[in-house]
């Protein structure tokens, strides 16, 4: 069993910042890539950051330059740092991570229940 318990999420004023943290828990050997994908209500769920293995990491051009990935590989933690928001950011981000798991070998993947972020105007 793997368990991913999000926090962080609340609501801002446009240029504010917050943290969000995705803590990994359970049956887990080690973990592979982390992300973080968000979803405004009406559209599609969009991968906003990515980390891999290594500390490799991506950001979409929307958030480039504003938001920050990180893990913590001790912790099996994965942060998000957000600044400069702004109201388009507004939507309930989902962590995400691929782990190998205890046991098995095997690779599992799993998303967190999602943090609402709002920003208001």
């Known amino acids: 069993q793997v368990q991913l318990v999000e926090s962080g999420g609340g609501l801002v004023q446009a240029g504010g910042s917050l943290r969000l943290s995705c803590v990994a828990s359970?049956?887990?050997?080690?973990?592979?890539?982390m992300a973080w994908y968000r979803e405004a209500p009406g559209k599609q769920r969009e991968m906003v950051a990515h980390?891999?293995?290594?500390?490799?990491?991506y950001t979409a051009d929307s958030v480039k330059g504003r938001f920050t990935i990180s893990r913590d590989n001790a912790k099996n933690t994965v942060f998000l740092q957000m600044n400069s928001l702004k109201p388009e950011d507004t939507a309930v981000y989902y962590c995400?991570?691929?782990?190998?798991?205890?046991?098995?070998?095997?690779?599992?993947?799993?998303w967190g229940q999602g943090t609402q972020v709002t920003v208001s105007s």
């Open positions: 995400y991570v691929d782990v190998i798991v205890l046991y098995s070998g095997g690779p599992a993947r799993y």
């Open positions: 359970g049956s887990i050997s080690r973990i592979n890539a």
């Open positions: 980390i891999g293995s290594g500390g490799s990491t």
